[in-house]
């Protein structure tokens, strides 16, 4: 299918009518009815999105029987809110087109790579469920993700843990320590946060595994489950992994979790 606009008549603080400022949804439909749906947020650093971050993931999860849908989100220039505003407005999109996606419109998930995975995070950890007297019937649907994959994920703006370059796009390099705490997610886990899927890379040059941790951590506090695996050594930025014969495995371990969540 082509790429679906998640708002046809412009999105919120657009600053023009290129593809950049017209954020989307690319669906890829997994054979069968009331299939589980996960949305793909590539990384990027909030600069990009990487390509191999998305639809070959997207692919992958076809495999696994689950309809898939990569998300073309706001990055620099733009700056928060955009990118979250988008995240959660695929999440209401995909809902509100259950029907015409042949999707559960109650196993809708989230998974990001690097600052797609903080993209993930913020989703999982700022949402509503939805105004219910909203004349756009798109927002009338919740857009709490019913779970997280957070794959090398970027979570903290706080140093000396944060990625630089992730933090100065989304919200300014002199912004006050306050706006860096508003947007580290491991401060804003709840016990209503999705259970969470995680992996990282010991020796992760870009983003620190401490990222990981500190999400794991939190959602341990709150009694939200997860599973976190933590991988010797690996380049950031792996993707499917398919050349590394060790951090490979996450690909199947994601598998067996989104199965115990339902998601087959």
Known sequence: ??????WSDGAPFAEGDTDEDRPAITPYLAEGDQRPAVIVCPGGGYGMRAQHEGEPIAKWLNG???????????VAPYQYPCALLDAQRAIRLVRHEAEKFRIDPDKVGLLGFSAG?????????SYDRGDKNAEDMIERHSCRPDLLVLCYPVITMLSPFTHEGSRENLV?????????EQHSNELNVTGDTPPTFL????NDGAV???NSLMFASALSKHDVLFDLHVYAKGRH??????????TIGWTA???SWLELNGFQ
Do not use: Q
């Open 253 to 255: 371990a994601c598998a």
């Open 199 to 202: 992996w990282h890379t010991s």
């Open 64 to 74: 696994l029987g689950v309809s898939a849908f990569v998300l073309r989100y706001r």
């Open 1 to 6: 299918m082509k790429e679906i606009l998640l």
């Open 237 to 246: 930025g792996l993707g499917l992994s398919e050349d590394e014969p060790h």
């Open 208 to 210: 620190p595994v401490e």
């Open 172 to 180: 300014g390099r002199d912004a006050e320590l306050s706006r860096f």
């Open 117 to 125: 995975g903080h993209l993930t995070a913020n989703a999982g950890t």
